[in-house]
């Protein structure tokens, strides 16, 4: 390998890097953040009016170690939920409920003394909620993960006058809740009704195509609740963690929500909040923080390249080419902070001056996945300008396009494999391959060439996430791959719904119960955005 010509043009590319970076012609921008407040403005005015619904428990359960399943934890039921009142509680006594499925929303709790018609004192009660078994089985205090502690789910209550009905302030992520009687007034107490006041923009998730087997019908059901789930206030990437609105979370779920709920009022008011958020240097944020107003919170590059594809499909899948022409310059604009870092022979070197994210994994060299995407990104522009009408940039565009395109081929490229190498160390990976295949510097036949190999290649990064592993099923699907496509949703997704998923996992390797990018797998988030797609795909093949 390091005496082929691919090893040669990796060494040639190598020493380039140290040359200088050429200076870059400029592209005129008419970008006008003056505008900023009036992106925020149309964002709010479509704030949506959330639906709410009970959902009540369907039984009670205890949870067992098992080596089969996720995370080695098992629940059994133990009693039906129409027991409940029939209970008396006493100091000490702890139960789990199940609600059948995953939900956001608040708990209710309707409880009374179990004896005589008085309460002495408080009653105090813990309580967690949880989207996985695992998440009530282990103890809160426990944690040992890299972000807050306050993410996890549980709470303690004290309530001093009974009976009553009370219903907890906060909003929860969950399918299993958890109670236990800290210290009751030696009446006992019993829980007359604990239920789910369950919200969203949507409540009914869109029935399965006919033609779908039993399994693909579930997959695609927790896809759309994982979805559902996500869609409150705004789009959020997780509403257990981290409740925010993510570029790159909201791209995904704007192509499953066009082939299910079409709420394309939601993206709308999505892709204005994150124009309204824009930083002062006119770099779309990768996050927003919503509080009084949007506020960017991460600046993440890929992401914000993203912006510009994300805006023309939502112009294509909605025909409201007025957001379009809008935010045109906003999105024109993302490219002017990578020009500056493209050499002589039309490669991108990251600065490192923002995060790349590509995906969850350390070792990922992002050099090549980057340049893809700036090439796939751009052809979106060039895509959304002749849909608006033409723009007199666009030939600069294409060539600039071309020549980032041609520069793959020549320095990076094995026309014996249709391998794509990344980085001096000529890196294999999922995500180069997916991302080439999505901006066309592959053909269809390289393409399926390219994943051949990579099937084949021990060696490769493959994804860690079901994110990257979207942009790979969408290389597939580009490649005509159908029959590959609905494996590999079988087999990955399929994975989640027989550990019992009935929404989707933020970050799921098969065989490692216990990986989380974030040092405890109680902040993975079990119900997240970006995990949805295999819905997009299922309802698009033919």
């Not at 006041?197 to 195509?209: D, K, R, S, T, Y």
Request: proline share 5%.
């Amino acid at each position: 390998m390091l005496n082929s010509p691919v090893a040669l043009r990796a060494k040639s590319n190598k020493q380039s890097c140290q040359q200088k970076i050429k200076k870059q012609k400029h592209v005129t921008t008419n970008l006008d953040l003056s505008r900023k407040d009036f992106w925020r403005e149309r964002g709010e005015a479509l704030k949506p009016k959330l639906k709410h619904w009970i959902v009540k428990p369907i039984e009670a359960v205890t949870i067992y170690e098992s080596s089969e399943a996720w995370q080695k934890c098992k629940t059994e039921p133990i009693w039906q939920s129409q027991d409940l009142n029939k209970r008396l509680w006493q100091s000490g006594d702890s139960f789990i409920l199940d609600f059948g499925e995953t939900l956001v929303g608040k708990i209710k709790l309707n409880l009374c003394p179990g004896k005589g018609i008085h309460n002495g004192a408080p009653i105090r009660l813990s309580l967690i909620a949880g989207e996985l078994p695992y998440d009530v089985d282990k103890e809160p205090d426990s944690y040992s993960g890299g972000l807050s502690r306050a993410w996890l789910q549980d709470e303690t209550v004290n309530i001093d006058i009974l009976p009553g009905e009370y219903i907890l302030p906060r909003r929860y992520s969950l399918r299993y809740l958890k109670i236990k009687i800290i210290s009751e007034p030696r009446c006992s107490i019993k829980f007359t009704d604990i239920s789910i006041i369950a919200e969203g923009v949507e409540e009914h998730i869109p029935e399965p195509l006919e033609q779908w087997d039993e399994q693909l019908a579930n997959i695609d059901n927790a896809g759309l609740r994982t979805l559902r789930n996500c869609m409150q206030d705004f789009f959020e990437d997780g509403p257990k963690r981290d409740r925010r609105l993510w570029l790159g979370d909201l791209r995904l779920q704007a192509l499953v929500n066009a082939v299910s709920f079409k709420r394309f009022d939601q993206v709308e008011r999505s892709i204005w909040l994150l124009a309204g958020g824009v930083f002062e240097d006119g770099m779309v944020p990768g996050a927003i923080f919503l509080y009084d107003k949007p506020v960017g919170g991460n600046r993440v590059i890929d992401y914000s390249l993203l912006f510009t594809p994300m805006l023309l499909e939502h112009v294509q899948f909605s025909d409201n080419k007025e957001i379009g022409r809008e935010l045109f310059e906003l999105a024109a604009f993302q490219f002017s902070f990578l020009r500056p870092y493209i050499d002589n022979k039309h490669i991108l070197h990251d600065p490192g001056k923002w995060w790349t994210f590509i995906d969850h994994c350390k070792p990922l060299d992002r050099q090549m996945p980057l340049q893809a995407i700036y090439i796939y990104c751009l052809k979106a522009l060039i895509k959304l300008a002749q849909l608006l009408g033409g723009d007199e940039r666009i030939p600069e565009w294409q060539e600039e396009a071309n020549a980032m395109a041609r520069a793959v081929r020549k320095y990076h490229f094995d026309p014996k494999t249709c391998m794509i190498f990344s980085g001096p160390k000529q890196q294999q990976s999922s995500a180069t391959i997916a991302w080439m295949i999505a901006a066309e510097v592959l053909t269809k036949a390289e393409g399926k060439r390219a994943l051949e190999t990579l099937e084949n290649t021990s060696e490769a990064i493959l994804p860690n996430s079901p994110y990257l592993q979207h942009y790979l099923l969408n290389a597939y699907f580009k490649c005509g791959e159908n029959a590959k496509v609905e494996a590999m949703i079988r087999n990955y997704w399929g994975a989640m719904v027989n550990y019992g998923a009935d929404t989707f996992w933020e970050i799921f390797r098969p065989g490692e119960d216990f990986f989380s990018p974030y040092g405890d797998v109680r902040n993975n988030s079990s119900c997240h955005a970006w995990s949805c797609t295999p819905s997009y795909f299922l309802r698009n093949l033919k």
